[in-house]
């Protein structure tokens, strides 16, 4: 029985296919050293993902355009109720601290606020992060002394003394002066300033001497601290 010219058709097809596979996809294979159907699979496959997420960089256009404003709707804020006092604006992410008043800017400095870091040794645990809120300067110190807390003994891997130890008492770490924002977070200086607007301190906001002596000088205990 003869082939209809339909079948016909179809087995020239088949010998072409065959004939392209044996003369150009394994010599292509060969000398390239690869699997050609993979490698096509493979930049389709980026392709894909290349769309994907360029149709996502509006929506994090839209969410970068957000975070901006409310940072710029928060500080409108302070200055809007705040008009006639002056008080301290920390942004921890830029590790930036303002005295202001109002709108109006008198003062800015580079701080390092907290890590995040966490320690934890058996049933104990420290995150050292800054708060974020609404604080006050309710008392201020002249040559502070740093009273060397359990977490600084077990970072260092030193044994905890009693709390009246002479070991706890350190001079000069907390710089020349102190602003206590209380819940054991204060503004003070640092032996650290190559640091300063990185976050690596351990909760407290650090200032450079020259900004630590303004800050002592012009802003009263009761100032506000709005930490962001």
């Known amino acids: 029985m003869r082939p209809s010219w339909l079948e016909s058709v179809g087995i020239i097809v088949l010998a072409v296919l065959a004939f392209g596979w044996a003369e150009l996809y394994l010599p292509l294979n060969e000398s390239l050293n690869t699997d050609v159907l993979k490698l096509a699979l493979e ?39 705040f008009s006639n006092d002056l008080y301290l604006a920390i942004n921890t992410t830029a590790n930036r601290l303002y005295i202001r008043k109002g709108r109006k800017v008198i003062r800015a400095a580079d701080i390092s606020t907290g890590c995040d870091d966490t320690l934890q040794r058996g049933n104990r ?57 209380g819940g054991g977070i204060a503004i003070h200086g640092t032996r650290a300033t190559a640091l300063l607007g990185r976050s690596v301190s351990h909760g ?25």
Not at 43 to 65: C, D, F, M, V
């Open 43 to 81: 930049l389709k496959n980026t392709r894909q993902t290349i769309k994907k997420r360029g149709a996502e960089i509006p929506e994090l256009e839209r969410e970068i355009g957000a975070s901006s404003s409310s940072v710029a709707d928060l500080a409108g804020k302070f200055a809007s109720a």
């Open 204 to 228: 407290c906001i650090r200032v450079g001497k020259d900004n630590l002596k303004i800050l002592y000088d012009s802003v009263p205990v009761g100032t506000k601290v709005y930490i962001y």
């Open 125 to 181: 645990k420290w995150i050292f992060d800054t708060p974020r809120g609404i604080m006050t300067v309710w008392r201020k110190k002249e040559k502070p002394v740093w009273i060397k807390p359990d977490w600084a003994f077990l970072e260092a891997g030193e044994t905890i003394p009693p709390l009246n130890s002479p070991l706890r008492y350190k001079k000069g770490v907390l710089g020349d002066y102190l602003l206590d924002l």
